[in-house]
């Protein structure tokens, strides 16, 4: 059985549908600090900060493995990095020592966020420079090297990936710096505007979340015998800019109208991550292989919340 930390989250609510759907909602069993969830799965009230209560929650349903994903994303984290270094360090620790105590295996991700100033950000290679300044990068490379820690010394089955930016229709993100290209398409279709907190030029990796799911089911189920690297491996789909995104926009809904408004505080942070990552490594071990590019990741946003939300009042 698996159990999924953070579910309610940008990724966990996908998350836990699309593992129901392939090995049944008695298989999973969703948690999270909210007294409950707003849709239909096995649910369990969980503070990773409780140590305890992990190794409770894991032996009851005999979990045998953990998906990681309660974090603090980057933007946030700078206006709280005393939160953020309790739920990404201690939240990730009391889950390795958990794992370490009922031998479940730990998938965690990792970001592009592990990379910084000094990293090559052309297609970034799998081993390389990582000195983030935002306390996410950092609590991102130190939580990828306790998870390596935790699989050389301990044994525990440690598996990650660097995700990109997300992009996805059923839960918001929490504060991330790639946070604008999950919003424009609300706003596209809401008011036919949108004002980015990014500069038109910023580059950044960007993955739709059918992609990331199934990265991390295809990650978990590799043989370990494949895996030459275990925290964390980079995966991307496509790299595109704020105006580039636009103009993709543009092709379906033509009124679609761009502005500007920088948040300097997101864009420093973006500024300093990768234009393009090399996601060689996954390919050649695990035969990672995104499935979605921008047009058709752009049309699929655009049809399903076309369908969710109210449109623009026609002018
Ligand atoms: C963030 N969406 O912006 C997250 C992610 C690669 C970015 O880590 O913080």
Redesign the pocket.
């Known amino acids: 059985k698996i159990l999924i930390t953070g579910a309610a989250g940008q990724i966990g609510t996908e998350l836990t549908t699309y593992l129901q759907s392939i090995y049944g909602d008695d298989q999973v069993i969703a948690s999270g600090r909210h007294e409950e969830l707003h849709f239909n799965a096995i649910y369990e009230k969980l503070d990773v900060l409780n140590a305890g209560q992990l190794v409770e929650v894991i032996r009851r349903h005999r979990v045998d493995s953990v998906i990681h994903l309660a974090a603090i ?3 946030k984290g700078e206006s709280d990095p005393e939160a953020l270094w309790q739920i990404n360090m201690n939240g990730l620790y009391n889950v390795l020592e958990a794992a370490k105590a009922t031998s479940v295996s730990v998938f965690t991700p990792s ?3 592990a990379f910084g100033p000094e990293t090559p950000l052309d297609r970034t290679p799998q081993v390389t420079i990582q000195r983030p300044r935002t306390i ?1 990068g950092i609590s991102k490379v130190a939580g990828e090297l306790l998870c390596d820690y935790y699989y050389h010394h301990f044994d525990v089955d440690t598996r990650g990936v660097r ?4 992009i996805s229709h059923e839960a918001l ?1 929490g ?5 604008y290209a999950v919003h424009i398409f609300y706003k596209a279709i809401e008011t036919g505007g949108f004002i980015c907190d990014l500069e038109p030029k910023t580059f950044l990796d960007m993955m739709y979340m059918p992609d990331a799911l199934r990265a991390i089911v295809e990650l978990m189920e590799a043989s370990p015998t494949k895996l030459a690297h275990r925290n964390a491996y980079n995966i991307t789909a496509m790299s595109f800019s704020p105006e580039i995104l636009a103009k993709e926009i543009q092709k379906h809904l033509p009124n679609f109208k761009m502005a500007y408004d920088i948040n300097p505080v997101k864009q420093a942070i973006a500024d300093a ?1 990768p234009n393009s990552l090399d996601d060689g490594c996954a390919r050649t071990d695990w035969g990672w292989k995104p499935e979605y590019d921008l047009p058709a990741m752009t049309t699929h946003m655009l049809k399903v919340l076309g369908a969710k939300l109210r449109p623009a009042s026609t002018p």
């Open positions: 994303l980057s933007a970001s592009i966020a996410y995700f990109p930016g997300l993100p504060g991330g710096t790639t946070d991550w």
